[in-house]
C-alpha cells in the first residue's frame, strides 16, 4: 500500500508539472503572437495621411535588404510614443545608411505625424552584421550604399619562383604595427613579398598592387563570380573585374585566384620591376570548358556580389 501511495504521489507530481510547463509555452508564445501582432499592425498604420505606401514598404525600397529593413521597422515602432507631442527616434544601426536615406524616413514619418517634430538620431551598429572582402587592384572601397572601408595597403604574396610559404594572398596594411616585446629574430622563417602586375589590360606594366579591405554593413552574404560582370538578382555588386593569379609555368608559384578591379591603380612610385610576387591575367583553355560559350583567347572577367 506504501508503494502505491508513494507512485500515485509522485504521477500527481508529475502531471502537475507538466501542467504548469505547458501554461507556461502558451503564455510565452501568446505574448510573442501579441508584439508581432501590434508591430504590423502599427506598421500598416504608418501610413502618410495623404496615403502612399506603409513604412514597410518604404524601408524595403530604401534599404533593399529584406532583413535589414525589417529590423529597423521593429525600431522605429517600438521607438514611437503615440501619445507625445514629439519624439526622438534613435535607432541601432541607421548609422549604416546614407544621409538621403535618412531624409527620405524623416520626411516620411513627418507625413505620418504632421506637426510633431519628429527627430532621427542614429545609433552606433549594423543591422544584420555585415560581411568583409578584399578589392584588389584598387586603394579605396567602392561607391556602394552601406560599404565602409576598414584599412589599406598593399597586396603581397611569395616571390613568384619560391616554392613553401602561404598560397593565398594578402592586403597588408600600410600602417604595421609591431611587437615590440620580442627583438629575438627567428633562424626559420617565410617570407611575403610585395604584388606586381604582369601585362595588364588596364594599369602600367611591374606596378605593384594596392588593396582595400572593405565592409559591407547592411549585407550578410558575399560571394567572388568568375567569368561574369553581373550579380544575381536582389544582390549588389561591389565592383567587378578581371579574374588574376600567378602564372602557371613549372617554376611558378601557386596562388589563389583574385578579381582584381577593371578600374585598377598602381602604388604610387612602385614601376620597378623588381618581381617580388606577380599576378597574370586567366584565360580558360578548351579542355573540360566548353567552347563557346568560353573562348581561349580572351580573359575571363570576375564580379564581388553581397547581399
Known amino acids: 500500500m506504501r508503494t502505491h501511495k508513494r507512485v500515485e504521489m509522485r504521477h500527481t507530481d508529475s502531471v502537475s508539472s507538466h501542467s504548469e510547463t505547458k501554461s507556461s509555452t502558451i503564455m510565452k508564445f501568446f505574448i510573442v503572437q501579441t508584439i508581432a501582432v501590434t508591430v504590423f499592425l502599427l506598421t500598416n498604420r504608418m501610413v502618410p495621411a495623404n496615403g502612399g505606401q506603409s513604412l514597410a514598404d518604404l524601408l524595403r525600397s530604401l534599404i533593399q535588404d529584406e532583413g535589414s529593413a525589417q529590423l529597423m521597422q521593429t525600431a522605429i515602432v517600438e521607438s514611437i510614443d503615440g501619445r507625445a507631442q514629439s519624439f526622438s527616434l534613435n535607432i541601432v544601426g541607421c548609422d549604416t545608411v546614407s544621409s538621403t536615406v535618412r531624409s527620405k524616413l524623416s520626411n516620411y514619418l513627418e507625413g505620418v505625424f504632421p506637426g510633431r517634430g519628429i527627430t532621427i538620431s542614429c545609433a552606433a551598429g549594423v543591422l544584420s552584421g ?5 578589392r584588389w587592384g584598387h586603394n579605396a572601397c567602392p561607391s556602394v550604399s552601406g560599404t565602409k572601408m576598414l584599412y589599406t595597403g598593399r597586396m603581397s604574396g611569395v616571390f613568384y619562383n ?5 598560397a593565398n594572398f594578402l592586403c597588408l596594411p600600410n600602417n604595421p604595427e609591431y611587437h615590440t616585446l620580442n627583438t629575438n629574430r627567428p633562424t626559420y622563417y617565410s617570407l611575403i613579398s610585395g604584388t606586381e602586375y604582369e601585362s595588364p589590360i588596364a594599369g602600367s606594366h611591374d606596378h605593384n598592387v594596392p588593396c582595400a579591405v572593405c565592409h559591407a554593413t547592411t549585407r550578410a552574404a558575399k560571394v567572388m ?6 550579380c544575381p538578382p536582389n544582390w549588389t555588386r561591389e565592383y567587378y573585374g578581371y579574374l588574376e593569379s600567378e602564372g602557371n609555368w613549372n617554376d611558378r608559384q601557386r596562388t589563389e585566384y583574385v578579381c582584381v578591379d577593371k578600374a585598377q591603380v598602381s602604388l604610387y612610385g612602385s614601376h620597378a620591376n623588381i618581381n617580388g610576387a606577380v599576378i597574370y591575367h586567366v584565360r580558360a583553355t578548351c579542355t573540360g570548358i566548353q567552347c563557346p560559350p568560353y573562348n581561349a583567347n580572351d580573359v575571363l572577367t570576375c564580379t564581388v556580389c553581397t547581399n
Do not use: F, L, Q
Open 162 to 166: 619560391r616554392k613553401g610559404g602561404g
Open 225 to 230: 563570380i568568375p567569368a561574369k560582370t553581373s
Open 130 to 134: 555585415g560581411v568583409t572582402y578584399t
